[in-house]
């Protein structure tokens, strides 16, 4: 019984810290998604009209991919690594269903995830920590860069995010979507699974509003100057979109996991204290009817 109120103690204190670290991550990834999902319609409208002057904007068939999977550092965080893992796997069997495929390699955030790809003996480029505490848009910019280079210089033809979605603190739901290239059938079926994670239906309807017909848009100084800054800061942005996604859905995920083991605790402490007074009042019965008999006996 010390032992189990002991794990209650500890269960119940790592419940408070993930819950006060799942408030800050959930704010700042709620902060964001309005700004990424206005940052995609204008996106869209501009490779509607400018496909071919950025190498970003030109659509690829998926034959080398570079996928970036999210995930945590530890454990006690319920299925969500499981249920990330499980995509995952649905993820690689697509791809190898397709004809143009041939390679795909990773880049693992979270020893987790990177203890998984060892295990299914899949090809790691890099692995960096889990982006859990507190995570800047400066901790992902190296992994942007990584990702942006490999597909610059033609070593990959797609990059895909892979990272739980943070729909609310009881629901995570594993996502794969396609950073790079971000070609405009590509933009509209992300819009789309947006749009199908039930999260902030009036932001998507904004994304989703559709394009101005024929109109031409002017650029200064020119096109290709303002396409080359702003592509890759978009790109960063929805790197760290998943990078906060990823953190809330982490902390809501052990948060849960730490208030049903506090409670199991609790059940548990419940069952052994009432057996415990059982016990205790038999075995005091018995020396009563035991003083009782001898009583009798003298008598």
Known sequence: MKAIKSTRQVTKAMELVAASKMRRAVQNAQVLRRYAL????????????????HPFLVEQKPSKVLAILFSSDRGLCGSLNTQLFRATNQY???????????????????????????????????AFPALS????SRDARPIMRMAADAFLRGEVDHVVLIFPDFVSALLQEPAVKLLLPLSETELRGMLRSLAQSRKAPRDVDIALGTLPAGGEYLFEPSAEDILSTVLPQLTQVQMYQAVLEAAASEHSARMVAMRNATDNASDIL??????????????ITAQLAELSASKAALD
């Open 38 to 53: 206005l940052a995609w319609q204008m996106l869209q409208q501009i490779a509607a009209q400018r496909p071919s002057l």
């Open 270 to 283: 419940d069952d052994l204290t009432l057996t415990y007074n059982q016990t205790r009042q038999a075995s």
């Open 92 to 126: 690689l069997q697509q791809l190898a269903s397709l004809p143009s495929f041939e390679r795909v390699d990773f880049i693992a955030v979270g020893r987790k995830g990177q203890q998984f790809l060892a295990r299914s003996k899949q090809n790691i480029l890099a």
């Open 133 to 136: 505490n507190h995570p800047t």
